[in-house]
């Protein structure tokens, strides 16, 4: 492991892709902390003010400092997408531990419900679900979660299917070592590194999801500061050259997404040397 | 296992896909809280007639029976009727798809020589600075969010540089060209976000074929490079890159319901989300699934297009 790490700290890609992850979540943790405005606070009378030596990202409909909210509105979408990238690999770990090991009946009947699940792009699945259940934080959290855990457990089963005949897994078989203990105490260790790897990849995903759905109404809900949501809010400003309400929160968008896939990318390449 | 029978097996796997998705999508629509009748009538109608409208809507009968019924209709091309159009969810899907199909055409004209001249200049400068641009450039373009890079090129062509329409709706009776020059606009971030997949694929598929023996004997037998490389590398290493090109179909399907959002362009994708957010779960579960139809027919369509183009498979299935 510490070779890993290494091979980590001295990668370009990851350690810039941390750094704007890093960046982004001191902003979500003590980003109110540090802005002159309350992001909350509407100011109706200094309305889509252009950006000025005061409002340094100009303000929005409401009068809204647009820097305050940018800097705050990194703490739904980083709390959102973690989230539901655990609860995806909570349920996507045991599945996938379980299919992989039992093989049979049930890994083939997992195997094609993945399949049809899979036949619907990710956006879609979660409208249909977020659509009959109603949009929430924690609905969103679930249901992204709920729809990764398939995915994650094909990773793992195919992990799982490479360790399963290993001899240590036969060894623990014969010192009569229970079910659980060897998915979880004899296997799971194993395989760490592809579940590392896919847990970013699969980060980089949920916020892509999760600021996708914000835009189109099913995600994060006012009044609250986040980036896909003010972009809903403000881009049909644009056409009037009103462009500093969504500039701003597109940028700081497509920086952690691409902070969070250029880490990815760098444990990638350091966990297949 | 012959071709005929490798590809009757695809094709029946594909059905069972389908025929699950249609239980998941039948399932979600039995999800909505509430009453579909009380919905539609508003809270102050009277309980007698949201009963009623339950009754001719067929609500109030067990769900399998529902079930039996939509899904029999449908696979006749009958997918019932819109809660809030009143009118054929196959008709307003059909029309809703001719537009999407029109956007998604662009974009792959587009993206696909972009992606595979990307990913074999890529390959051809394997380690190089070049190689590194395109493959940053490739995975930034592709995990960024449609709406985002939309946005962002609506604000440099359409509003600042002026050259491009910000809106996909072409005034009434334009030509193919006049359609074309509008769907440019909307169809950039798509080929964004397929641009990365298509170019990495290929970039892997050409690296192995240069690194292949065939490609060193007809280097070693005197084979101009050019000719190495449009003959004998190319033609292996695009293979694996036409099945991505077809499995690129479904992603295109999620890009297109942001995208056609954000432009306001009446396409499946907005059919989608206007169904979503009316609870219209027949119009809903109508357009998800011809979604799913479209992907699973391209998986096919990929898998058939593997099978016939690879003389492995070609060759053993002869045996």
């Known amino acids: ?273 | 296992m012959t071709v005929g029978a490798i590809l009757a097996k695809r094709a029946l796997l594909s059905l069972i896909t389908l025929w699950l998705l249609s239980v998941m999508v039948f399932a979600g629509g039995q999800l909505l809280p509430g009453d579909v009748a009380r919905a539609i009538l508003g809270p102050l109608a009277d309980a007698r007639a949201v009963a009623n409208l339950d009754r001719q809507l067929g609500l109030d009968r067990p769900l399998l029976i529902q079930y039996w019924d939509w899904i029999s209709h449908f696979v006749l091309g009958d997918m019932g009727q819109s809660y809030v159009y009143r009118a054929s969810v196959s008709t307003l899907v059909l029309a809703a798809l001719g537009y999407s199909v029109k956007l998604g055409a662009v974009a792959f004209v587009l993206v696909v020589p972009l992606g595979v001249a990307g990913g074999v200049w890529a390959a051809v400068q394997a380690g190089r600075p070049i190689d590194r641009i395109i493959s940053v450039i490739g995975m930034s373009a592709t995990v960024v969010p449609e709406f985002v890079t939309g946005i962002i090129l609506i604000l440099i062509f359409g509003v600042w540089l002026k050259v491009l329409p910000i809106t996909a709706a072409w005034p009434p009776g334009a030509g193919p060209a006049v359609q074309i020059y509008y769907l440019l606009l909307p169809s950039l971030p798509l080929v964004l976000v397929l641009f990365g997949y298509l170019a990495r694929m290929t970039r892997a598929g050409t690296i192995e074929a240069l690194a292949a023996d065939y490609t060193r004997t007809a280097v070693l037998k005197g084979l101009k490079p050019h000719d190495v490389l449009w003959r004998h590398v190319l033609r292996n290493a695009l293979l694996p890159t036409i099945t991505v090109v077809a499995t690129q179909v479904g992603y295109l399907m999620g890009g297109l319901v942001v995208v056609e959002i954000l432009f306001r362009y009446p396409g499946i994708g907005s059919l989608i989300f206007a169904a979503a957010r009316d609870k219209d779960f027949p119009l809903l579960e109508g357009s998800v699934m011809m979604i799913g139809i479209i992907y699973t027919l391209s998986a096919l369509a990929a898998d058939v297009l593997h099978a016939l183009l690879n003389p492995r498979i070609r060759f053993s299935a002869a045996e």
């Open chain 1, 1 to 273: 492991m510490s070779g890993r790490w290494r091979v980590l700290l001295h990668s370009g890609t990851f350690m810039c892709g941390v750094l704007i992850v890093a960046f982004w979540t001191l902003c979500a943790i003590f980003g109110h902390l540090f802005v002159h405005f309350d992001p909350f606070e509407d100011d109706i009378l200094n309305a889509l003010g252009p950006p000025s030596a005061v409002h340094w990202f100009g303000t929005d409909q409401l009068g809204r400092d647009v820097f305050s909210r940018v800097v705050v509105g990194a703490r739904d979408i980083l709390e959102v997408a973690p989230l539901a990238t655990a609860l995806g690999l909570l349920l996507g770990i045991i599945l996938g531990l379980a299919t992989g090991y039992f093989r049979g009946l049930i890994d083939d009947a997992v195997g094609r419900v993945i399949d049809a699940l899979l036949a619907l792009p990710l956006v879609i699945i979660a409208l249909l679900a977020l659509a009959a259940i109603g949009a929430s934080t924690l609905t969103v959290i679930v249901v992204i979660g709920v729809v990764f855990a398939p995915l994650i457990a094909r990773t793992v089963r195919a992990a799982v299917l490479s360790e399963r005949d290993l001899d240590y897994v036969a060894a623990a078989r014969l010192r009569d070592e229970g079910t659980v203990h060897i998915l979880f105490v004899e296997i799971l260790p194993n395989i760490v590194p592809s579940i590392v790897v896919e847990a970013t990849v699969r980060l980089g995903y949920a916020i892509f999801t999760v600021a996708t759905l914000s835009f189109i109404g099913f995600g994060i809900q006012p009044p609250s500061p986040d980036w896909g949501l003010a972009v809903s809010q403000s881009y049909g400003l644009i056409n009037g050259g009103i462009w500093w309400p969504v500039l701003f929160n597109t940028v700081a968008i497509a920086s952690l997404v691409v902070g969070v896939n250029l880490a990815a990318d760098g444990i990638q390449s350091a966990f297949d040397e």
